[in-house]
């Protein structure tokens, strides 16, 4: 597969520092696939040609170099552009045997290196006077061993209670605690390998819905398309209006917070966002401080506002570049009210030898874009 042009895949496996595979496991190796999800753990599954005599089967997976905890790093170059597509942990591994030549073959699983920090419960570790944002820092610094290197967005209502009120305690694992925290704020927390191989970025912010869009994905437009076929909807009932009571400490009297408006969080992309038809009570947050009702009444409405989605699948060769998802991609040829920029919301490489395509998933709050006009 390393051979076709325009399109290399390069594999690279190791315990802690991985390097480049052996030629006959690049040879063996059949299809990879690569599923990354926003809100979600990013996982891969590869699939290898287990001949009786290869290497694959007589040295290596005997010598344990398959097995858990291995790293994988996963790297496509299109037009000489480099894409770490993964870094992430092998955590299974299956074996299919049989009595047909060229039938029996390996299939290793695994996921992202978030799985790393689901391993290990640290209950009551103490966070004094630390803000979210501070506490999701001090988290991540944790694995600067295995490259990965934090972005932190602060919260948008402080939140550091001196310790004369309340210190704030870690439960659960660091990515439940990390995740939480995210949730709490309506913010996301994923881990975003690259630029280079071994390296990653640990991001706890809201989702990024600005910059430069990717280039745009084109149907309905003959020779010009991209895309063959898209699928597009309108979900009326996805988007909600929550409601949040809290008490007043001097009078004990309960008051409706009001509910912040979703484009802080997300700058809109369309002129009609659809209507929130369902009201929601925010549970729990009566007795909190009012920034923390306030982020967690956000995260709410941030949760539900996008009613409107789309996918499809794209040829990586015809395309031209690798779709990227939790970013901006526009959207060309649907007409005017899906027409527009879209959040990349999942993406699944498929990658087979000479053939190397995406699933894709998007996603936005309403219809007609607030920009007529799409970047090609």
């Given amino acids: 597969m390393a051979d076709l042009a325009p399109i290399h895949l390069t594999l690279l496996m190791g315990p802690r520092i991985p390097a480049p595979v052996p030629r006959q496991v690049t040879d063996a190796l059949l299809s990879a696939q690569v599923t990354v999800t926003a809100g979600q753990r990013s996982g891969f599954q590869l699939s290898f040609d287990l001949s009786t005599r290869g290497l694959i089967r007589t040295t290596l997976l005997p010598a344990g170099f398959f097995d858990p905890p291995t790293r994988v790093i996963l790297v496509a170059t299109v037009r000489g552009t480099p894409t770490v597509l993964m870094d992430g942990i092998c955590i299974r591994q299956e074996v299919g045997v049989s009595n047909q030549p060229g ?19 640290r209950e009551g570790v103490p966070f004094p006077a630390m803000p979210p944002a501070a506490r999701v820092a001090a988290i991540i610094a944790r694995y600067a061993g295995y490259g990965i290197t934090p972005l932190v967005i602060p919260e948008l209502f402080p939140q550091a209670p001196m310790p004369t009120q309340r210190i704030e305690f870690q439960k659960g694992t660091d990515l439940g605690y990390l995740t939480e925290l995210a ?71 309960a008051a409706v917070l009001p509910v912040p408006e979703v484009s802080v969080l997300r700058p809109p992309l369309t002129v009609r966002p659809a209507p929130a038809l369902k009201k929601k009570v925010v549970a729990d947050t009566a007795k909190k401080d009012a920034p923390q009702a306030l982020a967690q009444t956000l995260a709410q409405a941030a949760q539900s506002a ?22 901006l991609v526009g959207v060309r040829g649907a007409g005017i009210a899906y027409d527009g920029l879209y959040y990349v919301k999942s993406v699944t490489h498929n990658l087979q030898r000479g053939s190397y395509t995406q699933n894709f998933t998007l996603a936005r709050e309403g219809l007609i874009p607030l920009h007529p006009i799409v970047r090609p």
């Fill in 103 to 121: 039938q029996s073959t390996l299939t290793v699983t695994g996921e992202d290196l978030t799985v790393l920090m689901d391993l290990e419960e």
């Fill in 183 to 253: 949730k709490a704020n309506g913010y996301v927390f994923y881990l975003d390998p690259g630029p280079a191989p071994g390296v990653s970025r640990g991001y706890w912010g809201p989702e990024v819905r600005l910059g430069v869009p990717q280039p745009a994905l084109t149907v309905n437009a003959d020779g010009l398309s991209t895309v063959d076929q898209m699928t597009f909807g309108l979900d009326g009932s996805a988007r909600e209006q929550p409601v949040a009571r809290v008490q007043i400490p001097v009078t004990k009297v």
């Fill in 306 to 327: 996008d009613a409107v989605s789309g996918s499809g699948q794209l040829d990586v060769v015809r395309y031209g570049h690798v779709l990227r998802p939790r970013e």
